[in-house]
């Protein structure tokens, strides 16, 4: 079935980038999608990528896909702790599939 | 893990009529649900966050008053659409927050003849 991976966690020093990566099983999906939860609050539209788009940079943030191998993945560049969140990979057109999302955690 | 459910799965009503959807957190109290409509190409947009006992809070640009939540009790939250019209028709879908953790029901498609 339909199936979206990430890792838990991450940690990353303030200043530096961080990558997140995730792993998808619909190849069909026209849009993939990054969403940030901060905590205590709901899932914001972080940034979206069109699947015949291999990459898609926006301010600090850079997504890269990878069709063939179904890789997707988040870059924050400078990160700061104000992009301390949980995020969270999905694809799907007409049903949504969220991975589990990752916990960013910056080190001072 | 956690379990959230919403009924019903799929609705379709007339156009003028009022449609309530269920979300409930099925073996565990949640405190905080959170109310999402999905849309094209911008996917899921978040319309409001419900808490248990108090008035929901939304999103901006979300008419409070054609969508109504009410978060009754620690494992029920419902989504009542007003007055439906057919632009209302889409996906909707709950998560109930456990700790940080949000799990997400299954949604609910509603179209509005």
């Known amino acids: 079935g339909e199936d979206v991976e990430q890792s838990l966690f991450l940690s990353v020093r303030e200043g530096d980038s961080s990558v997140i990566n995730c792993t998808y099983t619909d190849s069909s999906s026209t849009y993939l999608y990054w969403y940030k939860q901060e905590p205590g609050a709901g899932l914001q539209l972080l940034t979206y990528i069109f699947s015949n788009m291999d990459m898609k940079q926006d301010q600090r943030l850079t997504v890269l896909l990878n069709k063939k191998d179904k890789h997707l993945s988040l870059r924050i560049a400078d990160t700061q702790t104000g992009d301390s969140a949980i995020y969270f990979c999905?694809?799907?057109?007409?049903?949504?599939?969220f991975g589990k999302g990752t916990r960013l955690h910056i080190l001072p | 893990g956690a379990v959230v459910s919403q009924h019903p799965s799929r609705v379709i009503c007339k156009s003028g009529t009022s449609v309530k959807i269920e979300c409930r957190s099925l073996?565990?109290?949640?405190?905080?649900m959170f109310w999402y409509r999905q849309f094209p190409k911008k996917s899921l947009m978040l319309m409001a966050t419900s808490n248990e006992g108090s008035k929901a809070t939304y999103e901006q640009g979300v008419e409070k008053d054609k969508f109504l939540i009410n978060h009754a009790s620690l494992t029920l939250s419902t989504l009542t659409v007003t007055s439906a019209h057919p632009e209302d028709s889409s996906f909707y879908i709950c998560?109930?927050?456990?700790?940080?953790?949000?799990?997400f029901g299954p949604g609910t498609r509603l179209t509005v003849l």
């Open positions: 073996d565990f109290q949640a405190t905080t």
């Open positions: 999905a694809e799907g057109d007409d049903k949504i599939i």
């Open positions: 998560s109930a927050r456990q700790g940080d953790t949000q799990y």
